[in-house]
């Protein structure tokens, strides 16, 4: 069985930093492209950032980009995500989610990807 467990949210002041972690579980981590997604209540889930199998390939939401950066331990079947320069804006819950294969296509859909995370919520205070 698949799992996907997200941990690091919390409560932060803006311009600070949070880690969020995605430990993998139940498939073969280095096969799966890995992203980000955050929701806010009432509105549709939101793509972040993506990491292909190696971790050599990234891509951002560009409200993200240059704050935020994606990464992957695949001996530790873990993807990470290090957000900066947090906003009030940035408060959502996030999601992270597993697509297999090595595609070099940037998938920023939801229907793209085949296993999710229980998300873990992120609260920036202005």
């Known amino acids: 069985q698949v799992q996907l467990v997200e941990s690091g949210g919390g409560l932060v002041q803006a311009g600070g930093s949070l880690r969020l972690s995605c430990a993998a579980s139940?498939?073969?981590?280095?096969?799966?492209?890995m992203g980000w997604f955050r929701q806010t209540p009432g509105k549709e889930s939101l793509f972040v950032a993506t990491i292909n199998w190696s971790g050599r390939s990234t891509y951002y939401a560009d409200s993200v980009k240059g704050r935020f950066t994606i990464s992957r331990d695949n001996a530790k079947n873990t993807v990470y995500l290090q957000m900066n320069s947090l906003k009030p804006e940035d408060t959502a819950v996030y999601y992270c989610a597993a697509r297999f294969g090595y595609s070099g296509s940037i998938y920023t859909q939801q229907d793209d990807y085949n296993y999710w995370g229980q998300g873990t919520q992120v609260t920036v205070s202005s």
């Open positions: 139940g498939l073969t981590f280095s096969n799966y492209r």
